[in-house]
């Protein structure tokens, strides 16, 4: 995907913030474009909790997140956004005639808009780097900090670090195809859903995998990118050598403010500072909704969030349709109107 799309909004973040800001904008008869640096909607909720009850959105009296991130895309359907999913928004300026903002995205991917809503929550989702001197060099060749598919696994040595779900199911199921996996974690007990952690074990009494605990990564061998040994040390310093062509370090996620912290935005304690009466920042034109946004008395709610998208859209309005009056109309009159 490489090209320059032109739009009326772009919303840094599909979380459920930046969701319900396309139904919003779209209400406001402005279309939007959403990038989100994950594979899948739903920020903090698909990234961290999607199997947990939420009990404080209106209406809804229980609702599971994964729930509530499908009810959310149902919800903007009908405005058709463009999703950029699996890239991270990197680049922030005004176009050449200073009629729009250019934002350019980790997958070469420009948009140019004159309103921008950013919805990043606590930033960009990414994986805890192990660290390891040198480990850029072998990521994406050797060193993966997800699997995309299983089959690029099979017949090679893969060792596995970490010791909760993603570590402990990733070793069963690549035992299958691999020619062998080993699992380094610095405790012996692993923090997973209980039955993983039987069949792991029990896959470790049967030699499918060894278990190389308690010990944590020390070092990588190899060259050009191509690993050939992970390096392990116990907890006295005493190092192991694991032939291996494949890392797959499973540390969890972090957030990251990342570039937004680079454009010139004004912050208080890494969130973006905005007029509460319509959420714009202090740039013209782009406004900060969610757990992004800050002002006095700001609650990190979802619940918070939704009201902050429904500001926001109303005042991109005059961004996006200078001179034109803004009939505001209730969604239960006019049911979702049609973009033209
Ligand atoms: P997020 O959900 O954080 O989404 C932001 C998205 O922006 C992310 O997907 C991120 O990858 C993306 N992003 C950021 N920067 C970039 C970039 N530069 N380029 C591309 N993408 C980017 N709240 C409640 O109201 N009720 C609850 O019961 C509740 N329970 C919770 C339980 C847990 C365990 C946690 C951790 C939080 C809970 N919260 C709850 C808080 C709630 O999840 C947040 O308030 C909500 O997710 C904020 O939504 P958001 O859309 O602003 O941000």
Not at 8 to 31: C, H, Y
Not at 270 to 292: E, K, M, N, S
């Amino acid at each position: 995907e490489s090209a320059v799309h032109r739009t009326d909004a772009v919303i840094i973040g599909a979380g459920p913030v930046g969701l319900f800001t396309v139904f919003q904008l779209g209400m406001s008869r402005i279309r939007s474009h959403v990038v989100d640096v994950l594979d899948a909607p739903g920020g903090q909720l698909t990234a961290l909790y999607p199997e947990k009850p939420i009990y404080d959105i209106p209406a809804y009296p229980k609702v599971l997140a994964g729930d509530l991130v499908d009810h959310l895309m149902t919800q903007a359907a009908p405005f058709d956004p463009t999703f950029h999913l699996g890239q991270r928004v990197e680049g922030l300026e005004r176009t050449a005639d200073d009629t729009a903002w250019r934002l350019t995205t980790s997958a070469g991917v420009v948009l140019e808009a004159p309103a921008v809503i950013i919805a990043a929550g606590g930033g960009a989702f990414g994986p805890n780097r192990p660290p390891l001197p040198g480990i850029e060099a072998y990521e994406g060749s050797s060193v993966f900090y997800m699997v995309a598919k299983r089959a690029a696994f099979r017949d090679r040595r893969v060792v596995i670090a970490g010791g909760g779900d993603s570590a402990v199911d990733w070793a069963i199921s690549l035992a299958e195809v691999a020619a062998d996996v080993k699992v380094v974690h610095r405790r012996a007990k692993f923090r997973a859903a209980p039955d993983s952690v039987a069949q792991l074990h029990a896959m470790a009494d049967s030699g499918r995998i060894e278990l190389v605990v308690p010990y944590q990564l020390h070092g990588l061998e190899g060259e050009g990118g191509e690993l050939s040994a992970v390096i392990v040390a116990d907890l006295d310093g005493a190092t192991r050598r694991l032939e291996a062509d494949r890392l797959l370090p499973f540390f969890g996620l972090a957030t990251n403010l990342g570039p937004l912290a680079e454009w010139n935005l004004t912050l208080d304690h890494q969130r973006i500072v905005v007029d509460p009466a319509t959420c714009q920042t202090t740039l013209p034109g782009v406004f900060a909704v969610g757990d992004v946004a800050s002002y006095p008395g700001k609650l990190k709610l979802i619940l918070t969030g939704f009201a902050e998208a429904s500001m926001a859209a109303h005042a991109a309005y005059a961004v996006v349709h200078p001179g034109q009056a803004l009939h505001f109309e209730h969604s239960t009159t006019t049911g979702v109107p049609a973009l033209a």
